[in-house]
């Protein structure tokens, strides 16, 4: 009987009964459960590792997309968007925010290279997907004959024609297509991501989105990096400034003093801020600005990142087998004669 038949298998007189009919005694009995424990010991300490190594690498590219402050910021005074921005009230709970964001060592993790904040953001390929109605995403590649563009791009070019209208018959007529087509939120109702849709039409009719398909000159205000947000009472430097490459185009700096992946850069050194500096190259690579992730630095990026979840679930397959093996060796000692098995699945 295993375990005098309880459905629950504790160390009773089943175990001690399994001690005798191991073969040599109590003393390999003694042995062999502990290389089992040892091996579960280790097994998970490898899973802990493999994870930890995973989340290091994800820190290498945190907060490298959009503006996390600014998101932030949004989020917690979801609440008080219809007040007036001279309003005591939200006055007070935007400083009530930005402490709570200070304070926050997640947004604290910098890149030293990173996208401008519309990349990956308003790009067709990152607002539209499968579900979404009519031709949003673009055919085909652009430039080339056979380029189809989609609602999203149509809409870019036609705002950029609004723009460029210098006739004022023409420029009404064409800003009345752009709220017709563009910025009416009716007309995305019924895509996935009309919210994002939305704003990135309001910017890019405003001032204009950053990215660089859109753009290929850094503003001189300053728009296409995260800005630190700021209040009347605390005021805070922003982090990054705006540098174009010829090789990759627009791109975010950190300026020197800032955080980089969390660790502070000390009080007399600066950032490396040439071309041919190793460093920089090397983070130049990793941040992969065009999306193609064409550079060596970039592929072992995320074939490390690979190689830690895989590595990970094989270890959990690990443990369960470890954990089968004790659970067997405690629970059923008719199987000691097989013992073997166990230690293989083990």
Same mark, same amino acid.
């Given at each position: ?11 009773? /007189?089943? #175990? ?67 007040? *007036? ?19 926050? +060592?997640?947004?604290?993790? !910098?890149? /030293? ?10 790009? *067709? ?37 609004? +723009? ?28 996935? +991501? ?10 890019? !009719? ?18 296409? @990096? ?46 490396? #801020?040439?071309? #041919? ?6 983070? !130049? ?29 094989? $270890? ?14 405690? @629970? $059923? *000692? ?13």
């Amino acid at each position: 009987p295993c375990c005098n038949c309880s459905p629950c298998c504790f160390p009773t /007189k089943g #175990t001690f009964r399994y001690f005798r009919t191991m073969g040599r005694g109590t003393a390999s009995a003694i042995c062999a459960m502990g290389c089992a424990i040892c091996t579960l010991g280790f097994s998970i300490t490898a899973f802990g590792l493999a994870v930890v190594f995973r989340l290091r690498l994800d820190r290498m590219q945190a907060n490298s997309i959009g503006d996390p402050e600014k998101e932030f910021m949004d989020e917690c005074l979801r609440d008080f968007e219809g007040l *007036p921005a001279d309003s005591p009230q939200y006055v007070s709970n935007r400083e009530k925010c930005l402490t709570k964001l200070v304070g926050d +060592k997640s947004l604290n993790l !910098l890149p /030293k290279v990173r996208p401008t904040v519309d990349e990956r953001i308003c790009e *067709p390929d990152n607002l539209c997907t499968d579900g979404d109605p009519g031709q949003c995403m673009d055919e085909g590649t652009r430039g080339s004959l056979d380029f189809r563009p989609g609602d999203v791009r149509q809409c870019y070019d036609l705002i950029d024609q609004t +723009k460029a209208a210098r006739v004022q018959k023409e420029y009404f007529r064409l800003l009345d297509e752009v709220e017709r087509r563009c910025t009416n939120p009716k007309s995305w109702s019924d895509y996935e +991501k009309k919210v994002h849709i939305r704003y990135c039409m309001w910017k890019h !009719l405003s001032a204009g989105i950053c990215t660089n398909s859109a753009r290929t000159n850094c503003p001189a205000d300053g728009r296409c @990096c995260p800005s630190a947000q700021q209040t009347l009472e605390t005021r805070r430097p922003d982090r990054y400034s705006c540098r174009k490459s010829p090789t990759v185009g627009l791109y975010c700096q950190l300026a020197a003093g800032g955080n980089a992946t969390g660790r502070l850069v000390e009080s007399g050194k600066t950032l490396c #801020t040439e071309v #041919t500096c190793a460093s920089f190259a090397w983070c !130049l690579d990793l941040a992969d600005i065009p999306g193609l992730c064409l550079g060596q630095v970039c592929k072992d990026f995320h074939r490390s990142r690979h190689y830690a979840a895989v590595v990970g679930a094989f $270890i959990g397959i690990a443990i369960l087998f470890d954990l089968g093996e004790i659970g067997l060796r405690l @629970c $059923i *000692p008719a199987l000691a004669p097989w013992q073997w098995i166990a230690f293989i699945l083990g």
